[in-house]
């Protein structure tokens, strides 16, 4: 079955500790896309990437990272630098760039920092 | 003035009933809009996407008024299953990338 997977589910992190989510795709697609949810609040685009070996950043970047070494993976890193990293993170993909082409979700992961 | 308002509800609506949501948006530049369906504590996924001329998807209909800039959803017959919130998702080819509303929650109630 082709979709997006995500792992680990639940994460748990102490701060100061840096920690990296995973996000593979076996869609085919060129563009990846890392988003973060608050309650209450809208998905924020944290990075993107529209091809290997090249992303962008979104609103949110600081205090993450990212690489794109592969066409079907897209992990992000937290790290300490980021002062609220509680939250839930969305990988999505979709076939090309973000304007016409539905973007696909994966399941999440759900932060938290202890 | 928010790029995105939408009412965050909740509508609390009896199975049956026709449920709308409106949700305005402050970019006129905005080219491409959609409506996403997320589940508690579940991923987004694409109910519809909103074209000029207003589309229908069964008991779904979606519509864009780019003069007063907002969406609309329409439910008609509303079914317990559609209890979820929904989000109005724009694109703006200047910005390059989507913009989600926060959502409005809805519970359909037997």
């Known amino acids: 079955d082709g979709g997006i997977t995500q792992s680990p589910k639940y994460l748990f992190r102490k701060e100061g500790q840096n920690v990296t989510l995973s996000c593979e795709q076996n869609?085919?697609?060129?563009?990846m896309y890392w988003y973060r949810q608050d309650p209450g609040q809208g998905l924020r685009l944290i990075y993107y990437?529209?091809?290997?070996?090249?992303?962008q950043k979104g609103d949110i970047a600081e205090g993450y990272s990212v690489s794109r070494e592969k066409k079907e993976s897209f992990p992000l890193t937290v790290t300490s630098a980021q002062k609220n990293p509680t939250a839930f993170y969305l990988c999505?993909?979709?076939?090309?760039?973000?304007?016409?082409?539905?973007?696909?979700f994966g399941p999440g992961t759900r932060l938290t920092v202890l | 003035r928010k790029e995105v308002e939408q009412d965050p509800g909740p509508f609390n609506v009896p199975e049956g009933a026709t449920v709308a949501f409106n949700c305005t948006y402050s970019?006129?530049?905005?080219?491409?809009f959609f409506w996403y369906r997320q589940d508690c504590r579940k991923e987004p996924k694409l109910l519809m996407s909103v074209y000029s001329s207003g589309n229908e998807d069964g008991r779904f209909t979606a519509q864009l008024n780019r003069a007063s800039q907002y969406i609309s959803l329409l439910i008609r017959d509303s079914k317990l299953s559609d209890s979820a919130t929904y989000l109005c998702v724009f694109f703006s080819g200047s910005a390059r990338q989507l913009t989600f509303g926060s959502g409005t929650q809805l519970t359909v109630l037997p």
């Open positions: 970019n006129s530049a905005s080219q491409s």
């Open positions: 999505a993909s979709s076939v090309t760039g973000p304007g016409t082409d539905t973007q696909y």
């Open positions: 869609l085919n697609h060129d563009a």
């Open positions: 990437s529209q091809i290997v070996n090249d992303f």
